[in-house]
């Protein structure tokens, strides 16, 4: 099998990663690299540490979604939503999203794409009309994210493969100077050094610097050290140490590198040194340093700060530490891009405090504060150091400043700039004592072919790289996951008594037979690339009594330490000096150090010298032979330090394992207990060695469970729980599943291809009777509670083992691209895992009800166990397992089991198959979806909120999950899916109140997962569940009804604080702030996170993108930039933490995502239920399912809901299509009577969108009237009804909608809204745009077309239309109109009554409406006493209402009634039609059109009219009130009317017998001249008035209403007669009215007539005062004067026709006609005589009824006479007879008009003297004087006027 398997969907589940062994150090001692079999815990030793790692690939589930779903913007009704605003939108829009699809700002979705899976848009797939609503409900859906939550969740452990700390470090040796030259080779060490503790850290890296002819040597190597560090520390230092060859006695001394003078070596020393230096082979010390890494204060920052005076300083700090040897000189050589493309730790360090080594220097001196008495080297020792991260620190590399240390492979390098670039800034300081300088590099110039460190692969290393061993692998708590097996050596002192030149030579021997022997190859070389050595060296110390060392000496041991193996040291003196030959040292003596007794040792060992080797040195019976230096006293000091892998230092994991050497080799006697013994004392081991040596302790323990017998097993199995309770407490990050153990059970444990026995049977079985036991009511002591705590460990170990083995059985013969068949378990260990499943319920159960923490992970470990086998195991032996658990906790229980059983259910339904389970029995589908609807269903009906919020997540989790799923998006797999989750609907359907009892947050959840489901349900199967009953399918319709309820989307301005309903959650704590009430709850996590990104302070503008966006909002200093301060500052403000606090509180970008993803998920829900209403429109067509089919309410209530929620323009555009074809299938059925609710309302909301802003939308209202027309014309062949219905809609919208605004100068005028309604009106009638329109609203052209069934004509009428489109208009007219007067209403009485009236008229078609305003205007009259008015309005409604009844054949009356009832209110229509009836609209029409209520306003009217004094007008309206009477028999209220028309009758007797005549009113005519005065401009009106009101009161009156309405540029003037106008000649900018008195006239008057019209000398008699024409005379003079004598005096009567009668509704009529005749003087003069002798004739004449009405009859004529005959006042007759009879005028007259005028002087004489007769006749004593004087009087007039006409004295 290759080494590097890849895990695929063909079912290969494991993936092989290989081991990196650190070094060739760590092969197996090659001397003793024999078979290991007959070693078996070595054997386990070895292979646990080189055998690659065995990962499941599909344990943790693997999931690749969908790329994210790109929003649209939706466009809304909004302030700007024109289209120009929208395209700028969209432009906008467009590039921001461009923009916002890069990485740096979290993605829309939260789901990042992968690019296998592209999420095809829907529409591809299915003509679905808008997008599925799940992405925008769910936008940041996040599959790893949501299973983290599940409790009990297992995490992956990052893979560690060197257990070891985030940083390690390179250091690699540039070059080495010194001021005197270079001339002699030097080698050197480096290693890690921590200066508190004095103690090594790392292993020695060695280095050469060769010398050349130039003055600054390269290395000779390229070679780097790598030392790892676990964390930066202000003590951890990289310690220095240069050696040099021996200096030769009397030769040149080191001191010439520290001289100041020369300061070069002379030339005759250059020439010593290097020939000295080519025979010398040994060195000795030179010179050292300690360089810390990092400084003090910043030794908290994990992984990456440093100190100036480090390499590694992410900043310059200030001072540096105290006790560091070196500040920097700064001298960062750097250019910008240099820096760029570093990356980022490379620094350059120049060490040139180099301290000279004084003699025989100890550890102790490095301390030595005395040290810089020394002189220093005069060189530089250029290092370049390196920081690199090992790839799964990650979490733990985020610095304080939030900011992430990136990993070097991380290619994007999002922070280009290095940390530690910074500090160029503080060079001004200038170098303190500049011994130290740094500058930053450009790595890659330096190294090509950098490391690239990653966790799982080092092989980026150079080869040449050396890795120093880490000591502190061997003291860390954490088991060792390499081989190695090595002694470091360390010679310190050896003190002698004499000085010496010695060194020591080191070797490791077999056994102590012959010292001749050659010793082992097992000593690691100094230089890179040789194989082991025999033997070691270290420096000299020159001339020392005391000698000290300081080298390392690196001992490869064999795998099996026998007491013969030992360490021989030889010590060796040299002589220095220049001789023909090299030196030749010579042999002091021998130290011998037996391994086995001392390797555990971990203090310094003191040994004596022997002089002398004997034979069998080692043995104690040798010792007396044995001749010692210095006395035998221990004078050689050394320390030894073992690294080891392979040898336990524990006695109690030795004996262990040599145990289980005997037990598996069966070396031992059967019974075993010594191996017992030894298993049991494991529990006493020390934790830290105990974790070192845990996965072979482990594999050995399994290996004993496995084929051991029952006694063993059991032993095994309890150490095996203690020791992994042990780990598991010792765990430091508190997790429940222990890393090391997690590493263990996922990487390290193996059945290697099966050359183990598995081991799941042995431990289930041994675990089962433990169970068994304990459900039996054994005792099994506190070990069973550690079982169960520890059973994740145990039930992954059973699921690995048994993958392993189908593994092994299936997988080298399975053909490619097959799945792995499942494996077939024998039926006792499955009747075992039963067993255990069963038993660990029961625990589960039990302890659940305790509450114990313990169970809820247990149950999370059964639910993981469940899901594992079902890759493994046939399914359905799993889904025993599961029906047995559903069993254990059926039905609703307590809220803690309940809890469990959901958590199980969420883990086993994440399994990557679970939507191709099988069900139970093969016929079944789906067993586990089935289970999870069931249980959801009854935890929504839970008591519990919070389970019911828990199950509502688990819904939607996996549908987002199934949606998003890149395997699942074929149209099929959709299907499927919906499939399988259908029957939670119908659960729905027969459970509405479980529904209807969520809060809103719950509903939402379920709601968006029900359309989910229907979306990708195919026809058939909708229609199944439509097929059931009336009642299910209404409530299928009231779910999706909820669905827009609920998705509402309302723009934040509408209504921030939204409630939830009335149960919401409060008893679930602090829950997350909640940002929006529509998206999921998951949202408020995603939105707070992204809130707490800080700032960033570093980084270009790209990753400071989200944040660099200056906003408004963002550039204010109270505008919060974190959650945390939103909160605070919400709170501060006492409006609390509202959502929409919240919002606010959000950077702009996360905001307007915010809102786009709701509209978005608004949006997708709007258009889902439209699709669905329409294929439910389509099923109903075909009758195939049950339905109420004479209201089709399914279909009207959603229709209905979708108009009268705020929808964008999106949803519009598909909108008007889908209307069409449901009217063009159901028309009859939605037009009809039934359905005239609905109507109203789509007409009403097809209103209310013509008023849009949003031109598409508002053209798309115009084609929904026209389908209304369509409709109306095909069905009804007309549109009365419709007409109707539109009138009420457009009455209900004008109270909506403003059809007014303020102007700058605080007047109103017509409202954008009222304008954009005109134009709709009139586009609806216009026949040219229509096609247009039709088109772009996606019709075809000939859609409007009407033609009936049976029929070839179309009914489709424009003219019909366009007066159905006046209609409305006028009302819009007359509605704004009635606004516009708003504030004059109190002023301008008229212009409000004739408001009032307008809107009567406008809505004259609608009963109601009609009546409504009427009674409006009368309340108005009755206001400002005009009672005539008042009572016209009153019979106006009751002709409405009489009109309706006579139109249904409903009342007393008949069409006569209504005609006489029109001669009292002309406005009273003729035409009695159907109407009235069709308004019969719900809300509206015949319901209150009663006789009763005709009843009460003719009462009403009769009322007024009697206030009026028109009682002529009341007799006739008690007429229509009897036969109502009459026809019930109401006696009384006969009697009554019969009593009333007697008062009636005898009032009008007593107006006629008035000798005042009886005026009921007064008439003026006013003109209006002035553009002031807008539409009243050029127009005369007649006004009526109350009798009394005079000519100066109207003057006033109407001077005081225009006054007020001019305003300062304007005046008002009034002309003061009543000529005739002509407005050209006005002044422009003033403002005229002219206002005269006029008379009415009579019916049967004569207008021709030259007679003054006297209205008391016409005849009165009880006629109908109804006046449409009105006159007045004007007198004027031809010669231009305004008054002249009779003789010029001409007369003008000018003749008025007004619109309509008098009494009217109002109290002005506009003069439509006016006609004027002019009389010449002469003929004013007769027709003066004329109108005196009639009015004289008519008081004679007329017949009195008896002689008590003498009186008045005198009186009158008393009156008469005295204005004719008395010599005082006959100035009338006599001024005439001097005017025309005399002199010149005389001449001018025509014969005829003298004789006209002559005769009608006569007459006037003659008639009076017939009066004077009759006075006479009527006086009594006290008239005797009076009548005296009026013949007197006569006489005197007679006698004048003989003299201009003789004939009169003959006559008289």
């Known amino acids: 099998m290759a080494m590097e398997e890849c895990a695929s969907s063909e079912g290969h589940r494991f993936r092989r990663i290989p081991r990196q062994l650190c070094s060739a150090s760590l092969e197996l001692d090659p001397l003793l690299n024999e078979n290991l079999e007959q070693w078996p815990h070595l054997n386990e030793l070895v292979q646990c540490y080189k055998a690659d790692w065995l990962k499941d690939e599909g344990k943790y589930g693997h999931y690749e979604n969908v790329a994210a779903t790109n929003f649209q913007n939706q466009i809304f009704e909004g302030p700007d939503t024109d289209i120009e605003t929208e395209m700028r939108l969209a432009n906008v829009r467009h590039s921001k999203n461009e923009d916002a699809t890069e990485d740096h700002i979290p993605s829309t979705s939260g789901r990042q794409a992968s690019d296998n899976g592209l999420y095809v848009p829907s529409k591809v797939l299915n003509m679905h009309y808008g997008e599925s609503s799940l992405p925008a409900y769910e936008p940041a859906f996040d599959w790893e994210n949501e299973r983290s939550s599940i409790f009990g969740q297992r995490m992956p452990e990052t893979f560690t493969a060197q257990y070891s700390s985030g940083l390690k470090i390179?250091?690699?040796?540039?070059?080495?100077?010194?001021?005197?030259?270079?001339?002699?080779?030097?080698?050197?060490?480096?290693?890690?050094?921590?200066?508190?503790?004095?103690?090594?850290?790392?292993?020695?890296?060695?280095?050469?610097?060769?010398?050349?002819?130039?003055?600054?040597?390269?290395?000779?190597?390229?070679?780097?050290?790598?030392?790892?560090?676990?964390?930066?520390?202000?003590?951890?230092?990289?310690?220095?140490?240069?050696?040099?060859?021996?200096?030769?006695?009397?030769?040149?001394?080191?001191?010439?590198?520290?001289?100041?003078?020369?300061?070069?070596?002379?030339?005759?020393?250059?020439?010593?040194?290097?020939?000295?230096?080519?025979?010398?082979?040994?060195?000795?010390?030179?010179?050292?340093?300690?360089?810390?890494?990092?400084?003090?204060?910043?030794?908290?920052?994990?992984?990456?700060?440093?100190?100036?005076?480090?390499?590694?300083?992410?900043?310059?700090?200030?001072?540096?530490?105290?006790?560091?040897?070196?500040?920097?000189?700064?001298?960062?050589?750097?250019?910008?891009?240099?820096?760029?493309?570093?990356?980022?730790?490379?620094?350059?360090?120049?060490?040139?405090n180099l301290n000279k080594v004084k003699e025989s220097y100890t550890e102790d001196s490095l301390q030595d504060p005395k040290r810089k008495v020394h002189k220093p080297v005069k060189g530089v020792l250029r290092l370049e150091v390196e920081k690199l991260h090992a790839a799964h620190t990650d979490a733990d590399n985020?610095?304080?400043?939030?900011?992430?240390?990136?990993?070097?492979?991380?290619?994007?390098?999002?922070?280009?700039?290095?940390?530690?670039?910074?500090?160029?800034?503080?060079?001004?300081?200038?170098?303190?004592?500049?011994?130290?300088?740094?500058?930053?590099?450009?790595?890659?110039?330096?190294?090509?072919?950098?490391?690239?460190?990653?966790?799982?692969?080092?092989?980026?290393?150079?080869?040449?790289?050396?890795?120093?061993?880490?000591?502190?692998?061997?003291?860390?708590?954490?088991?060792?996951?390499?081989?190695?097996?090595?002694?470091?050596?360390?010679?310190?002192?050896?003190?002698?008594?004499?000085?010496?030149?010695?060194?020591?030579?080191?070797?490791?021997?077999?056994?102590?037979?012959d010292a001749r022997k050659q010793p082992l190859e097992a000593l690691h070389p100094r230089d890179p690339g040789t194989l082991l050595q025999k033997w070691a060296h270290t420096q000299i110390a020159i001339g020392a009594r005391t000698a000290c060392y300081h080298d390392e000496i690196k001992v490869?041991?064999?795998?099996?330490?026998?007491?013969?193996?030992?360490?021989?040291?030889?010590?060796?003196?040299?002589?220095?000096?220049?001789?023909?030959?090299?030196?030749?040292?010579?042999?002091?003596?021998?130290?011998?150090?037996?391994?086995?007794?001392?390797?555990?040792?971990?203090?310094?060992?003191?040994?004596?010298?022997?002089?002398?080797?004997?034979?069998?040195?080692?043995?104690?019976?040798?010792?007396?032979?044995?001749?010692?230096?210095?006395?035998?006293?221990?004078?050689?000091?050394?320390?030894?330090?073992?690294?080891?892998?392979?040898?336990?230092?524990?006695?109690?994991?030795?004996?262990?394992?040599?145990?289980?050497?005997?037990?598996?080799?069966?070396?031992?006697?059967?019974?075993?207990?010594?191996?017992?013994?030894?298993?049991?004392?494991?529990?006493?081991?020390?934790?830290?060695?105990?974790?070192?040596?845990?996965?072979?302790?482990?594999?050995?323990?399994?290996?004993?469970?496995?084929?051991?017998?029952?006694?063993?097993?059991?032993?095994?199995?309890?150490?095996?729980?203690?020791?992994?309770?042990?780990?598991?407490?010792?765990s430091t990050d508190g997790a429940e599943r222990n890393r090391f153990l997690v590493n263990y059970v996922d990487y390290a444990f193996d059945d290697f291809g099966g050359r183990q026995a598995p081991v799941y049977p042995g431990l289930s079985t041994v675990w089962g009777s433990l169970a068994r036991s304990k459900a039996k009511g054994y005792r099994v002591g506190p070990v069973y509670d550690d079982v169960l705590a520890m059973a994740w460990f145990f039930l992954e170990l059973i699921v690995k083992s048994m993958a392993l083995e189908q593994r092994h059985l299936f997988y080298p013969n399975l053909p490619f691209g097959e799945d792995v068949p499942p494996l077939q378990l024998k039926e006792g260990v499955f009747r075992c895992i039963i067993q255990l499943f069963d038993c660990l319920l029961t625990e589960v159960h039990e302890?659940?009800?305790?509450?114990?923490?313990?169970?809820?992970?247990?149950?999370?470990?059964?639910?993981?166990?469940?899901?594992?086998?079902?890759?493994?195991?046939?399914?359905?032996?799993?889904?025993?397992?599961?029906?047995?658990?559903?069993?254990?906790?059926?039905?609703?229980?307590?809220?803690?089991?309940?809890?469990?059983?959901?958590?199980?259910?969420?883990?086993?339904?994440?399994?990557?198959?679970?939507?191709?389970?099988?069900?139970r029995d093969p016929s079944d589908r789906n067993y586990l979806s089935s289970v999870l609807i069931q249980e959801i269903f009854l935890t929504l009906d839970h008591d519990d909120l919070s389970q019911r919020a828990k199950a509502a997540r688990i819904l939607v989790a996996l549908m987002c999950k199934h949606e998003f799923d890149s395997r699942y998006q074929k149209r099929e797999d959709k299907l499927y899916i919906a499939q399988l989750y259908f029957p939670l609907i119908g659960q729905i359907l027969d459970e509405m109140p479980v529904f209807y009892n969520l809060n809103a947050v719950e509903k939402r959840e379920v709601l968006v997962v029900i359309l989910q489901i229907v979306r990708n349900l195919d026809d058939a199967s909708l229609v199944k569940a439509w097929q059931q009953s009336i009642a299910r399918t209404r409530l299928f319709f009231k779910l999706l009804e909820e669905c827009l309820l609920h998705f509402e989307h309302k723009k934040p301005t509408d209504s921030l604080l939204m409630g939830c309903s009335s149960r919401s959650p409060d008893g679930e704590g602090p829950v997350s702030p909640k940002y929006s009430d529509r998206l999921s709850p998951a949202i408020h996590t995603y939105l707070s996170e992204a809130s707490r990104q800080e700032v960033r302070p570093q980084g270009t503008p790209e990753n400071g993108y989200l944040w660099h966006k200056v906003s408004p909002q963002l550039s204010s200093p109270n505008q919060p930039y974190s959650l945390r301060e939103a909160l605070q500052q919400a709170q501060s403000s006492r409006i609390g933490a509202t959502t929409r606090a919240l919002r606010e509180s959000l950077h702009p970008i996360l905001r307007q995502k915010l809102e786009l993803w709701e509209e978005n998920l608004s949006t997708a829900v709007s258009?889902?239920?439209?699709?669905?209403?329409?294929?439910?429109?389509?099923?109903?067509?075909?009758?195939?399912?049950?339905?109420?089919?004479?209201?089709?309410?399914?279909?009207?209530?959603?229709?209905?809901?979708?108009?009268?929620?705020?929808?964008?323009?999106?949803?519009?555009?598909?909108?008007?299509?889908?209307?069409?074809?449901?009217?063009?299938?159901?028309?009859?059925?939605?037009m009809a009577r039934e359905n005239d609710r609905f109507l109203k309302q789509v007409a009403f909301h097809l209103l209310r969108l013509?008023?849009?802003?949003?031109?598409?939308?508002?053209?798309?209202?115009?084609?929904?009237?026209?389908?209304?027309?369509?409709?109306?014309?095909?069905?009804?062949?007309?549109?009365?009804?419709?007409?109707?219905?539109?009138?009420?809609?457009?009455?209900?919208?004008?109270?909506?909608?403003?059809?007014?605004?303020?102007?700058?100068?605080?007047?109103?005028?017509?409202?954008?809204?009222?304008?954009?309604?005109?134009?709709?009106?009139?586009?609806?009638?216009?026949?040219?745009?229509?096609?247009?329109?039709?088109k772009e609203c996606g019709l075809s052209g000939n859609a409007l077309e009407a033609i009936p069934e049976g029929s070839i004509d179309n009914s489709w009428s424009w003219s019909e239309v366009k007066h159905l489109s006046e209609g409305l208009l006028q009302a819009l007219d007359a509605g704004l109109e009635h606004a516009l007067l708003a504030s004059l209403v109190t002023v301008d009485r008229y212009a409000a009554a004739e408001s009032f009236y307008k809107l009567a008229m406008a809505y004259a078609s609608v009963p109601d409406l009609h009546i409504m305003w009427l009674l409006h205007l009368c309340d108005a009259h009755q206001e400002m006493q005009s009672w005539a008015e008042a009572a016209q309005c009153a019979v106006a409604v009751a002709g409405v209402?009489?009109?309706?009844?006579?139109?249904?054949?409903?009342?007393?009356?008949?069409?006569?009634?209504?005609?006489?009832?029109?001669?009292?209110?002309?406005?009273?229509?003729?035409?009695?039609?159907?109407?009235?009836?069709?308004?019969?609209?719900?809300?509206?029409?015949?319901?209150?059109?009663?006789?009763?209520?005709?009843?009460?306003?003719?009462?009403?009217?009769?009322?007024?009219?009697?206030?009026?004094?028109?009682?002529?007008?009341?007799?006739?309206?008690?007429?229509?009130?009897?036969?109502?009477?009459?026809?019930?028999?109401?006696?009384?209220?006969?009697?009554?009317?019969h009593t009333s028309l007697t008062n009636i009758y005898e009032s009008i007797l007593e107006q006629e017998s008035s000798p005042i005549p009886f005026i009921d009113a007064t008439y003026y005519r006013v003109g209006f001249y002035g553009d002031r005065f807008g539409k009243l401009d050029r127009k005369e009106?007649?006004?009526?008035?109350?009798?009394?009101?005079?000519?100066?009161?109207?003057?006033?009156?109407?001077?005081?209403?225009?006054?007020?309405?001019?305003?300062?540029?304007?005046?008002?003037?009034?002309?003061?007669?009543?000529?005739?106008?002509?407005?050209?000649?006005?002044?422009?900018?003033?403002?005229?009215?002219?206002?005269?008195?006029?008379?009415?006239?009579?019916?049967?008057?004569?207008?021709?007539?030259?007679?003054?019209?006297?209205?008391?000398?016409?005849?009165?008699?009880?006629?109908?005062?109804?006046?449409?024409?009105?006159?007045?005379?004007?007198?004027?003079?031809?010669?231009?004067?305004?008054?002249?004598?009779?003789?010029?005096?001409?007369?003008?009567?000018?003749?008025?026709?007004?619109?309509?009668?008098?009494?009217?509704?109002v109290n002005r009529l506009l003069v439509v006609k006016s006609e004027s005749l002019e009389f010449s003087p002469v003929e004013n003069a007769i027709g003066m005589i004329e109108t005196r002798t009639a009015a004289l004739r008519n008081e004679l004449e007329e017949p009195r009824s008896s002689d008590g009405d003498q009186l008045p009859r005198l009186q009158s004529l008393q009156r008469i006479l005295q204005g004719s005959v008395a010599v005082q006042v006959n100035s009338g007759v006599l001024s005439i007879c001097t005017a025309f009879l005399s002199g010149e005028p005389a001449t001018r007259l025509r014969s005829q008009e003298l004789q006209q005028l002559i005769a009608a002087l006569l007459e006037f004489m003659a008639v009076c003297k017939r009066a004077i007769r009759v006075h006479f006749r009527l006086i009594g004593e006290e008239d005797q004087d009076f009548h005296t004087q009026l013949v007197n009087g006569f006489q005197s007039l007679t006698a004048e006027l003989s003299h201009y006409i003789p004939a009169i004295l003959s006559e008289l």
């Not at 007396?624 to 050394?638: A, C, I, S």
């Not at 809901?1201 to 209307?1219: C, M, N, T, Y």
Request: proline share 4%; hydrophobic share 40%.
């Open 170 to 352: 390179t250091v690699k040796v540039l070059s080495l100077s010194f001021q005197a030259g270079l001339v002699e080779p030097f080698s050197g060490t480096i290693c890690l050094y921590n200066r508190e503790r004095r103690e090594k850290l790392s292993e020695d890296f060695y280095f050469r610097v060769l010398p050349s002819e130039l003055q600054d040597v390269t290395v000779s190597s390229e070679r780097r050290g790598i030392l790892s560090l676990d964390t930066p520390s202000s003590s951890v230092c990289l310690l220095i140490q240069l050696e040099k060859p021996a200096t030769e006695e009397g030769g040149v001394t080191p001191s010439v590198y520290s001289r100041k003078e020369p300061v070069h070596l002379t030339e005759r020393e250059k020439q010593k040194l290097q020939v000295w230096s080519r025979i010398m082979p040994y060195r000795e010390s030179f010179a050292w340093a300690i360089i810390p890494l990092f400084e003090n204060n910043n030794a908290t920052v994990a992984g990456g700060a440093a100190s100036p005076s480090s390499p590694l300083a992410s900043s310059v700090s200030g001072s540096s530490s105290q006790d560091s040897f070196g500040e920097p000189n700064s001298k960062s050589t750097l250019d910008g891009k240099l820096a760029h493309y570093s990356s980022g730790s490379s620094v350059i360090v120049e060490i040139s």
């Open 847 to 919: 302890r659940c009800k305790k509450g114990l923490s313990l169970a809820k992970r247990l149950n999370s470990s059964l639910a993981f166990f469940c899901y594992d086998l079902l890759s493994i195991i046939e399914p359905r032996q799993v889904f025993e397992l599961v029906s047995l658990y559903m069993d254990k906790f059926a039905g609703v229980c307590q809220s803690v089991l309940h809890d469990c059983k959901l958590t199980f259910l969420q883990i086993i339904c994440d399994h990557d198959l679970f939507v191709e389970m099988p069900g």
């Open 1581 to 1705: 009106y007649v006004y009526r008035e109350p009798r009394d009101v005079r000519l100066g009161d109207i003057m006033e009156k109407l001077s005081h209403i225009y006054e007020s309405r001019m305003g300062g540029s304007h005046t008002l003037h009034i002309i003061p007669d009543s000529r005739q106008v002509n407005a050209e000649e006005l002044q422009p900018g003033v403002c005229y009215l002219q206002i005269t008195a006029v008379d009415p006239v009579m019916e049967d008057e004569d207008l021709g007539s030259r007679r003054e019209r006297i209205f008391s000398l016409s005849t009165g008699t009880v006629r109908a005062r109804v006046f449409d024409r009105f006159l007045f005379d004007t007198p004027f003079t031809k010669n231009g004067k305004t008054q002249g004598g009779l003789e010029d005096q001409w007369k003008r009567r000018t003749v008025l026709q007004t619109e309509g009668s008098f009494p009217a509704l």
């Open 398 to 513: 985020i610095s304080e400043g939030g900011s992430v240390i990136n990993d070097l492979n991380d290619a994007g390098d999002r922070f280009s700039e290095p940390s530690y670039v910074k500090h160029h800034g503080n060079g001004v300081e200038g170098p303190r004592n500049g011994n130290l300088k740094y500058s930053s590099i450009d790595r890659r110039e330096l190294h090509k072919n950098g490391p690239n460190l990653t966790a799982e692969n080092h092989s980026d290393y150079n080869c040449d790289d050396f890795q120093a061993f880490d000591f502190r692998t061997m003291t860390r708590s954490e088991p060792f996951s390499q081989l190695f097996h090595c002694l470091y050596v360390y010679p310190l002192t050896v003190s002698l008594s004499r000085k010496r030149n010695l060194f020591i030579r080191v070797e490791l021997r077999k056994d102590d037979v």
């Open 1167 to 1230: 258009l889902q239920v439209l699709e669905m209403t329409e294929k439910f429109s389509v099923a109903a067509a075909s009758h195939t399912i049950a339905t109420d089919y004479a209201k089709l309410d399914c279909i009207t209530s959603i229709l209905t809901g979708l108009f009268s929620r705020s929808q964008p323009l999106a949803f519009w555009k598909v909108l008007f299509p889908v209307i069409y074809n449901i009217f063009n299938l159901h028309g009859s059925v939605l």
């Open 1250 to 1334: 013509a008023v849009f802003r949003n031109d598409s939308i508002r053209r798309r209202a115009v084609i929904g009237l026209q389908i209304l027309v369509r409709n109306s014309f095909y069905y009804f062949m007309h549109t009365t009804r419709l007409r109707v219905m539109l009138t009420i809609t457009l009455s209900e919208l004008m109270s909506d909608v403003q059809v007014t605004q303020m102007k700058s100068d605080g007047s109103l005028e017509e409202s954008g809204e009222a304008k954009r309604l005109r134009r709709s009106l009139e586009e609806m009638a216009d026949e040219d745009r229509s096609e247009e329109l039709v």
């Open 556 to 730: 490869c041991l064999p795998v099996l330490l026998t007491p013969q193996h030992h360490l021989l040291f030889t010590f060796f003196h040299v002589d220095l000096q220049m001789r023909l030959e090299a030196p030749k040292p010579v042999i002091l003596g021998y130290a011998v150090l037996p391994l086995s007794n001392h390797i555990q040792l971990q203090s310094d060992v003191s040994l004596p010298i022997l002089r002398e080797l004997v034979p069998h040195y080692l043995q104690d019976s040798g010792k007396e032979r044995l001749d010692y230096l210095e006395d035998g006293k221990h004078v050689f000091k050394l320390r030894l330090r073992l690294c080891s892998s392979l040898f336990p230092v524990n006695e109690r994991i030795r004996d262990f394992f040599l145990e289980y050497d005997r037990h598996t080799l069966r070396t031992s006697p059967p019974w075993g207990s010594e191996l017992l013994e030894a298993i049991n004392s494991l529990k006493n081991v020390e934790s830290t060695v105990l974790l070192q040596f845990l996965q072979p302790i482990l594999n050995m323990l399994l290996h004993l469970i496995g084929d051991g017998g029952e006694t063993l097993q059991v032993a095994a199995f309890r150490a095996m729980v203690n020791i992994l309770t042990r780990v598991q407490q010792e």
């Open 1441 to 1537: 209402i009489m009109q309706a009844l006579v139109g249904r054949n409903d009342a007393v009356w008949t069409r006569e009634h209504v005609a006489s009832l029109r001669k009292i209110c002309p406005i009273v229509s003729g035409d009695v039609t159907a109407e009235a009836s069709a308004a019969e609209v719900e809300g509206y029409g015949a319901s209150k059109l009663t006789v009763d209520s005709a009843v009460k306003y003719l009462q009403l009217a009769n009322k007024l009219f009697s206030q009026a004094e028109l009682h002529h007008f009341c007799a006739n309206i008690l007429e229509f009130i009897i036969p109502v009477y009459k026809s019930r028999r109401s006696y009384g209220q006969l009697a009554k009317c």
